[in-house]
């Protein structure tokens, strides 16, 4: 009930008024006066009783028909919600109802999510029209759950880009701001490193090396390897029959023939190499394949498909268990893709001159070399590391990998980094590596076509499918990301030997803003 100025003035008035009538009552019995003999101010006041008397029944007569008709349609579906989602409904409307203006069909449309009579995922099919599923969706969801999404945006997005292919039942999207680095200087070109982070330092410590290699003549990159990997798992009734699949894949005669049942899956796929593994009757079967200028993943399993259908008619004893039997081995790490690689295999390095170690990098190549030999290496064998021979590749693979719009689970073995410093030129000048050998991207599928993820592809001159050369842009992108990474090892491992580490983090990366809970 809503208590406005009108309704107190009303009250007021009708509680004086009975007040004076009973007084003006109770002396007319004391002086036996006849009660209809009244005075002018007694019938003021009746006449203000009988007002006042029919302005609250008229109120208050109003408020409960509205009340009443809201029981029986709305109000019922509400109380349906209420035993549905908890008793959470009174928290929910003072969040939800208040910020989000609905419109009456919407209103509908969110009854429905939140009951449970329309399901979430079906939103888009249904509304066919992607922003108003997710306005419709994110509404239903803060009422379901008594929790605000302010300050996740909603606007600004195209929401059809994603349907079927980025993201399922979007309620809003995730800023990452975007940093640069650069330029850097690879095998003489000059690239403008798109990094999205939200840790502070991290741009700027890349950046520094960029211009340490910049200022000491670039770095050089190779691409050693390109394949993507799926390895299916299949059973036989014995180790025997399952060592005879094992040999009839590994016979070179018989790659030809599975391999053009392989690539049908794309005109972009080739298969490259096949490796077993045996455990027991159980065999796992590793395909290695280039994918063009697509990461691959998709294109690989499309491919061991057909290979398993074709070997079906051979090998009918052959129980196929899964599609993928972990040896392959995607977004876990596996010495596996350590050892034999997994996408793009880069080596890249650089010499950096004993005077820019100093100018730029505020350290010696003796500092530096002994810290790589004592940390990446010796330390990372005493951790018992895997792929892990590095300061932080994963800081800038994961960063680049955001901004262009890969796969981040891949970060797990796409960080795979072995970095080397060696002092060359008679002890003078530092020579700087790392070997990367699961460098998983693409430039096209997945995220890379998305407006954001695309214009960092652009900025890197290697957006989408390159017409001339198939894959080559992908490549470039592996190798892109080996000297982004070469740069970032150099810096950090300078301001560790320099002692700069904690003092520049203390200074770039703690916020000393209150951040005690605003909500
Ligand atoms: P992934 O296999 O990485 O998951 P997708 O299958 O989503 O990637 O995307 C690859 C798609 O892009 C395929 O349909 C392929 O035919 C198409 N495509 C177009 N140009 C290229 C190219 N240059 N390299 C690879 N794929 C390409």
Same mark, same amino acid.
């Given at each position: 009930?809503?208590?406005?100025?009108?309704?107190?003035?009303?009250?007021?008035?009708?509680?004086?008024?009975?007040?004076y009538l009973l007084i003006r009552w109770r002396e007319k019995i004391r002086n036996s006066t006849p009660i209809h003999v009244v005075t002018v101010s007694e019938m003021a006041a009746i006449i203000t009783f009988v007002g006042s008397c029919i302005y609250l029944l008229l109120y208050f007569g109003t408020t409960l028909v509205h009340h009443t008709h809201f029981s029986d349609d709305e109000?019922?579906?509400?109380?349906?919600?209420?035993?549905?989602?908890?008793?959470?409904?009174?928290?929910?409307l003072t969040h939800a109802e208040k910020k989000e203006t609905t419109t009456g069909e919407d209103e509908e449309v969110i009854q429905a999510v939140v009951s449970g009579k329309t399901p979430s995922y079906l939103l888009e099919s249904k509304l066919g029209d992607c922003k108003r599923a997710v306005f419709i969706r994110r509404v239903a969801l803060e009422r379901i759950t008594g929790k605000s999404l302010e300050g996740l945006p909603v606007d600004g997005f195209d929401y059809e880009s994603i349907l079927g292919q980025c993201c399922e039942m979007p309620v809003g999207y995730v800023q990452i701001p975007v940093g640069i680095?650069?330029?850097?200087?690879?095998?003489?070109?000059?690239?403008?490193?798109?990094?999205?982070?939200?840790?502070?330092?991290?741009?700027?410590?890349?950046?520094?090396?960029?211009?340490?290699?910049?200022?000491?003549?670039?770095?050089?990159?190779?691409?050693?390897?390109?394949?993507?990997?799926?390895?299916?798992?299949?059973?036989?009734?014995?180790a025997k029959r399952a060592a005879d699949l094992k040999f009839f894949l590994e016979e070179p005669l018989n790659f030809q023939n599975?391999?053009?049942?392989?690539?049908?899956?794309?005109?972009?796929?080739?298969?490259?190499?096949?490796?077993c593994a045996i455990a027991g009757r159980n065999l796992y079967?590793?395909?290695?394949?280039?994918?063009?200028?697509?990461?691959?993943?998709?294109?690989?399993?499309?491919?061991?498909?057909?290979?398993?259908?074709?070997?079906?008619?051979n090998f009918p004893d052959m129980d196929v268990i899964g599609i993928s039997g972990n040896y392959c081995s995607d977004k876990k790490p596996a010495a596996v893709n350590w050892i034999e690689g997994r996408g793009k295999s880069v080596v890249c390095e650089a010499i950096i001159t004993e005077d820019v170690v100093k100018k730029v990098l505020k350290t010696t190549v003796a500092s530096l070399v002994e810290l790589n030999m004592l940390k990446n290496l010796t330390g990372s064998a005493m951790a018992g590391a895997l792929g892990g021979f590095n300061a932080h590749a994963s800081?800038?693979?994961?960063?680049?990998?955001?901004?262009?719009?890969?796969?981040?689970?891949?970060?797990?073995?796409s960080s795979h980094c072995i970095t080397m410093m060696e002092a060359v030129n008679g002890g003078r000048d530092l020579h700087v590596?790392?070997?990367?050998?699961?460098?998983? $991207?693409?430039?096209?599928?997945?995220?890379?076509? !998305?407006?954001?993820? @695309? +214009?960092?592809?652009?900025?890197?001159? &290697? #957006?989408?499918?390159?017409?001339?050369?198939?894959?080559?842009?992908?490549?470039?992108?592996?190798?892109? $990301?080996?000297?982004?990474?070469?740069?970032?090892? !150099?810096?950090?491992? @300078? +301001?560790?030997?320099?002692?700069?580490? &904690? #003092?520049?983090?203390?200074k770039y990366n703690r916020s000393n803003k209150d951040i005690s809970a605003k909500f």
């Amino acid at each position: 009930m809503v208590v406005d100025t009108r309704n107190v003035v009303f009250f007021t008035v009708f509680f004086f008024v009975v007040h004076y009538l009973l007084i003006r009552w109770r002396e007319k019995i004391r002086n036996s006066t006849p009660i209809h003999v009244v005075t002018v101010s007694e019938m003021a006041a009746i006449i203000t009783f009988v007002g006042s008397c029919i302005y609250l029944l008229l109120y208050f007569g109003t408020t409960l028909v509205h009340h009443t008709h809201f029981s029986d349609d709305e109000e019922a579906e509400e109380t349906k919600n209420h035993s549905a989602i908890g008793c959470k409904f009174d928290v929910l409307l003072t969040h939800a109802e208040k910020k989000e203006t609905t419109t009456g069909e919407d209103e509908e449309v969110i009854q429905a999510v939140v009951s449970g009579k329309t399901p979430s995922y079906l939103l888009e099919s249904k509304l066919g029209d992607c922003k108003r599923a997710v306005f419709i969706r994110r509404v239903a969801l803060e009422r379901i759950t008594g929790k605000s999404l302010e300050g996740l945006p909603v606007d600004g997005f195209d929401y059809e880009s994603i349907l079927g292919q980025c993201c399922e039942m979007p309620v809003g999207y995730v800023q990452i701001p975007v940093g640069i680095a650069g330029p850097l200087l690879l095998d003489g070109m000059e690239f403008s490193v798109p990094m999205a982070t939200t840790e502070g330092c991290l741009v700027a410590s890349t950046n520094r090396g960029c211009k340490a290699i910049y200022v000491s003549g670039g770095a050089t990159s190779v691409l050693l390897k390109d394949g993507m990997t799926r390895a299916p798992i299949v059973r036989f009734a014995t180790a025997k029959r399952a060592a005879d699949l094992k040999f009839f894949l590994e016979e070179p005669l018989n790659f030809q023939n599975l391999a053009s049942v392989f690539d049908r899956s794309s005109r972009f796929a080739k298969l490259r190499k096949i490796q077993c593994a045996i455990a027991g009757r159980n065999l796992y079967i590793r395909f290695t394949c280039s994918t063009g200028d697509a990461m691959g993943m998709n294109m690989v399993s499309k491919g061991v498909q057909n290979v398993l259908e074709y070997l079906q008619a051979n090998f009918p004893d052959m129980d196929v268990i899964g599609i993928s039997g972990n040896y392959c081995s995607d977004k876990k790490p596996a010495a596996v893709n350590w050892i034999e690689g997994r996408g793009k295999s880069v080596v890249c390095e650089a010499i950096i001159t004993e005077d820019v170690v100093k100018k730029v990098l505020k350290t010696t190549v003796a500092s530096l070399v002994e810290l790589n030999m004592l940390k990446n290496l010796t330390g990372s064998a005493m951790a018992g590391a895997l792929g892990g021979f590095n300061a932080h590749a994963s800081n800038i693979v994961s960063a680049v990998f955001l901004a262009t719009g890969q796969d981040p689970a891949q970060n797990i073995e796409s960080s795979h980094c072995i970095t080397m410093m060696e002092a060359v030129n008679g002890g003078r000048d530092l020579h700087v590596s790392v070997t990367m050998p699961s460098i998983e $991207v693409g430039t096209v599928g997945g995220g890379t076509q !998305l407006a954001s993820q @695309s +214009a960092c592809l652009n900025l890197l001159g &290697v #957006k989408g499918a390159n017409k001339e050369w198939a894959g080559s842009n992908a490549r470039q992108l592996a190798k892109v $990301v080996a000297a982004a990474v070469l740069a970032g090892e !150099l810096s950090l491992m @300078s +301001a560790i030997a320099a002692g700069q580490l &904690v #003092k520049s983090h203390m200074k770039y990366n703690r916020s000393n803003k209150d951040i005690s809970a605003k909500f």
